[in-house]
């Protein structure tokens, strides 16, 4: 039974923790992309240290990783919670300024300092599940940071329950926040044998019940194209200009299909994210996705196709086409571990909540640490049209989040031998 008389403190924390701009940076080649992360990253490790948890720390690299040492007589798997502290490149992360509308009664949400920014009910479904919730927001000028500052505030307040109640038996709890996640980059210096854990969640997840154990397969293709350039006023017949082929190749792409704005549910897409050049040289870059591994290849070689019938028609270009793994499917590696998401669907269902298994159009940390050995499903944070100035959580949602890191401890305890 949790403590009705319980003060959470993931609010307080979380209305804090936005305030430090932890904006990752996808053109950066450092780690983490941006020092400004490492900020707020010491300062939870401080944070941590405060509450009495000795081994929190920082490295070098910017992860906080720490223990909440095991109370219980059982032999009990460690298991571990994870959330990351950098916000979309897409969207400033600079002065949020968070506000929290009481009581929410229903309809659209206008934000306080920019007309235009109206989160729509129509655009929101799970709003309707929020009536008598309280919504923070921003004042439409910034994204929230709740992707995935609500996380990382929620696991803060379940650690502190468990340091005042130490009653509540449980193993090990490894908690760890990470940089650079909205990079694809969250995990590339991840330490999972000093870690420690069985297994993890990742709580970064949207709606209240939700626990993701299927992630997208993903790729990166990036095409150069290689032109030839003159002085424009003596280029004919002469200058092969390589914006034009890049053109041709979009140009080509699937009308229908194949794109984000035309594929919804276990639709996989080929889609465009960066487009760049002069007349000597162009890059274009894409990302392919699809639930199905072996459905990239067949993505790709599309891809391939079109740059080759394009090229065809630009006598003396010519183009390089380069292929990058960036995460597969975690159910593949979940599957071999039921128990992991069980016992999350078994601590929410305890708790009252409609479980919800939907796959995840995208990737989460878990993607990749799953196939690193560290089997790692996400459950949700409640944070909602995130990547954007009409981000917005549900108070309700956060402190249920934390009840639900409570539970999954105790279940994982309750199993032990």
Known sequence: MFDPKYKFTCVDRFLKYVKYDTQSDEESTSFPSTEKQKILLADLAKELQDLGIKDAAIDEWGYVMATLPSNSDKKVPA??????VDTSPAVTGANVNPQILKNYKGGDIKLLNDPNQIIKADDNPDLADMIGFDIITTDGTTLLGADNKAGVAEIMDAVNYFLTHPDIKHGDIKICFTPDEEVGRGTEKFDVQKFGAFCAYTVDGQTRGEVEIESFS?????????????????????????????????????????SP??????????HCTGFNGNEESTILKFIIRDFETH??????????????????????????????????NMREILDQ???????????????????????????????RLSFMGLPTPNIFAGEHSYHSKLEWVAIQDMEMAVKVIIEISKVWEEQGT
């Open 79 to 84: 298991i571990g919670f994870i959330a990351h």
């Open 218 to 258: 993903a790729d990166a293709v990036t095409i150069k194209i290689h032109g030839k350039n003159i002085h424009p006023g003596y280029a004919k017949g002469k200058m092969v200009n390589s914006i034009k082929v890049g053109t041709a190749i979009i140009e080509s792409l699937p009308k229908e299909r194949l």
């Open 261 to 270: 704005e035309t594929t919804e549910k276990r639709e996989g897409y080929v």
């Open 295 to 328: 459905k990239l290849a067949e993505y790709e070689n599309l891809l391939k196709e079109l740059a080759d019938k394009a090229i065809s028609k630009f006598p003396g270009a010519r183009y390089e086409f380069e292929i990058t793994e960036q995460y597969r």
């Open 337 to 367: 571990y039921p128990e992991v998401a069980q016992n999350g669907l078994t601590a929410m269902t305890r708790l009252g909540l409609k479980t919800i298994q939907n796959p995840i159009r995208g990737g989460t940390d878990g993607s």
